[in-house]
Structures are given as C-alpha cells and as structure tokens.
C-alpha cells in the first residue's frame, strides 16, 4: 500500500480533460514537500514530467498542469491525445519515514 | 547526449548477491547524487537508496537497509549497486536516477532499467 494514493485508472476521449490526483498526510504532502510527477509509456522507463507541483519538465506540452492544496496534489491533462495513454505516478517525501514516497501509479486510458 | 546505463542485473538464487552498475555520461557526474529505484513488473515505484555526489551521504529504504550498499566511483562516472542476501521480493526492474538535491528532490533523468530475477 503506497504512502501517497492515487486512482488506479483514469479515461478519457481525445480531446477532453482528465485529473490524476495524488493524496497524502500531513507528514508528506502537507508538511510542505513539494509532489513530483512522472510519465511511464508502455515499455520503457519513467519520465519526470513536472516538478515542484507546477513546473513542467523541459519538452512537456502545456496541455500538462499541476497544482497542490493542502495534503493533495492533482495533475490534469487537456485535450488528450492518444500519446498520453500511459502510466503516471506522483512522488513527494515523507519526514515520518524520512524516505522518498510515490503514488501507486494511475494507468491513463485514451478511449 | 545524457545517458544512464544499467549493467549487472540477472537470475540470482534467495541468499544470493548481485552488484548493479549505472555508467553515467553527458553530464557533470560528480555534482550531482545519484539513486536507485525499483519496479515490480506492473506495479509502482519504490525508492531503494540514495548516494550524493561525494558519497558523504547515503540512505536506504527500510526494505533494504543492511543488505544493499550504494557506492559510486566519479573517476568513472558510475554508481553501484551491492545486493547482498536477495530475497524474492526484491525481484524488480532497477533503475538508476538523477537525483536534485535536498529531500524534496525530484528525479530528472532516469537510465533504462535492469532486471533482476531472486528465484530458486
């Protein structure tokens, strides 16, 4: 069971709007640490995809946004694209476990 | 052009041990630490350990601690991975990453991953 929660899935048609949210505690997220995001396609290595809540990685499309309140973090993507459907996970640090936390991961489907 | 390259990974018996290796090029290897992380095969992420860029700090995952061994050589520009008395459930794909600094750091480029197999 991951420190930070994610949904297992998501969908969404091409072009609509989708959100991945990333919820943790107050020794994690909402102690002030900052949620970091990553992108899996299919078969390959993970990407950083935004960092420190807001930022996109270099080459990301702004489609791709961030945002961080209290104990929880969500991404959303806009106008999705077929290239999008892969597996995003969240990632913050936990002072409680003085340890780097990810989210289980949230499989995105392009319907 | 950066890269990150992973070596060492393999079918190892329960007990057994196993080094990784992660050969770094394109840039400034010794500025910057370096980690572990692992998959298992369709599931999460889980961070393993972690070693700055003069080895003057390093941490482990709970799940690791007194088995693994991180080390780095930058007259190589390569980061180690010792994996003493594996256990099933070390099975997973390890990754080796750049790591920002500070413990709200993030993971900014990631090497392609090397499987390794714990099983009788």
């Known amino acids: 069971q991951s420190v930070l929660t994610q949904p297992p899935s998501v969908s969404g048609a091409p072009g609509q709007r989708v959100t991945i949210s990333c919820t943790g505690s107050?020794?994690?997220?909402?102690?002030?640490?900052?949620v970091h995001w990553y992108q899996q396609l299919p078969g390959t290595a993970p990407k950083l995809l935004m960092f420190?809540?807001?930022i996109r990685s270099s080459g990301v499309p702004d489609r791709f946004s961030g945002s961080k309140s209290g104990t929880s973090a969500s991404m959303a993507i806009t106008g999705l694209q077929a290239e999008d459907e892969a597996d995003y996970f969240c990632?913050?640090?936990?002072?409680?476990?003085?340890?780097?936390?990810f989210g289980g991961g949230t499989k995105l489907t392009v319907l | 052009e950066v890269q990150l390259l992973e070596s060492g990974g393999g079918l190892v018996q329960p007990g057994g041990s196993l080094r990784l290796s992660c050969a770094v090029s394109?840039?400034?290897?010794?500025?910057?630490?370096m980690s572990w992380v692992r998959q298992v095969a369709g599931k999460g992420l889980e961070w393993v350990s972690i070693?700055?860029?003069?080895?003057?700090?390093?941490y482990y995952a709970d799940s690791v601690k007194g088995r693994f061994t991180i080390s780095r050589d930058n007259s190589k520009n390569t980061v180690y991975l010792q994996m003493n008395s594996l256990r099933v459930e070390d099975t997973a794909v390890y990754y080796c990453?750049?790591?920002?600094?500070?413990?709200?750091?993030?993971?900014?480029?990631w090497g392609r991953g090397t499987l390794v197999t714990v099983s009788s």
């Open positions: 990453a750049k790591k920002t600094y500070g413990p709200s750091g993030y993971f900014e480029l």
């Open positions: 394109g840039f400034t290897f010794n500025s910057h630490a």
């Open positions: 070693i700055s860029a003069s080895s003057d700090y390093i």
């Open positions: 107050s020794s994690n997220i909402g102690a002030g640490y900052d």
């Open positions: 420190d809540n807001t």
């Open positions: 990632q913050s640090f936990d002072s409680s476990l003085s340890s780097v936390v």
